[in-house]
């Protein structure tokens, strides 16, 4: 069984960065660890996956470029970078995990199992 807990949400201007940190007790090679988000009103969204053995990753279309997903299987930390930070991208972040295979990854909610509790994140113009 996977344990995860994100940190590091925050308010943050326009353009501006911050980083969300993801640990995942349990954490194996091989598991698929996902960031997902929910704004006020709609659907949770898949925003970047990696796969925790050969760093395989995927993207939601609206953050490429701008969002960097990466892991450190050691210290059983996943983490997500996000930079140029725009105003929808506001929302609750939610770290999830999946006990699946190399070199599964996927953006979508229903193939994930453990989640966070979620933090907040919020950019203002």
């Known amino acids: 069984q996977l344990h995860v807990v994100e940190s590091g949400g925050g308010l943050v201007q326009l353009g501006g960065s911050l980083g969300l940190s993801c640990e995942v007790s349990g954490l194996m090679d091989g598991d698929v660890i996902g960031w997902f988000r929910q704004a006020p009103g709609k659907e949770r969204q898949g925003v970047s996956t990696?796969?925790?053995?050969?760093?395989?990753?995927m993207y939601l279309d609206s953050v490429k470029g701008r969002f960097t997903i990466s892991r450190d299987n050691a210290k059983k930390m996943v983490y997500l970078q996000m930079n140029n930070l725009k105003p929808e991208d506001t929302a609750v972040y939610y770290c999830?995990?999946?006990?699946?295979?190399?070199?599964?990854?996927?953006?979508?909610?229903?193939?994930?199992?453990?989640w966070g509790q979620g933090t907040r994140v919020t950019v203002s113009s």
């Open positions: 990696i796969n925790t053995r050969g760093g395989r990753t």
């Open positions: 999830a995990a999946a006990r699946r295979w190399y070199p599964f990854v996927s953006l979508s909610v229903g193939d994930y199992y453990y």
